[in-house]
């Protein structure tokens, strides 16, 4: 097991926000981008946050946006189509999200709009 997965999202969430606000993006895109691909509503994101939900259990929880299947390209070298852990998978797609975020794509193109 990767140690990612008993991670709390809360203790890597501030990257991800810091990442986008470095590049002009804010924290409400953040979340929309995080709620398009879990199903969370910001209340339900926040109460994550809160109770320290590791990664799996956070992932456990969601209902997958059906879209996430055109999340291509690569997260660190690695193409994230071709991730073979379901959960690696999908923390690899939250991350290339908020880099594509940070890299000031427009927002429709994130979500797949």
């Known amino acids: 097991m990767h140690r990612i ?3 709390s999202v809360a203790s890597v969430y501030p990257h991800y926000v810091a990442k986008a606000e470095r590049k002009g ?3 409400a895109e953040v979340d ?3 709620g398009w691909l879990t199903g969370f509503d910001a209340a339900t994101l926040a109460e994550h ?3 320290g939900t590791t990664f799996a259990d956070f992932f456990d929880q969601a209902q997958l946006n059906p879209h996430v299947d055109q999340i291509t390209g690569s997260v660190c070298g690695v193409k994230v189509q071709e991730v073979e852990d379901p959960l690696m998978r999908r923390i690899r797609y939250l991350d290339k999200l908020v ?3 940070a890299k000031g794509r427009p927002m429709e193109k994130v979500l797949r709009g």
């Open 32 to 34: 929309e981008v995080i």
């Open 49 to 51: 946050l809160e109770q």
């Open 99 to 101: 880099d594509e975020l």
């Open 25 to 27: 993006r804010t924290r």
């Open 5 to 7: 997965f008993t991670t």
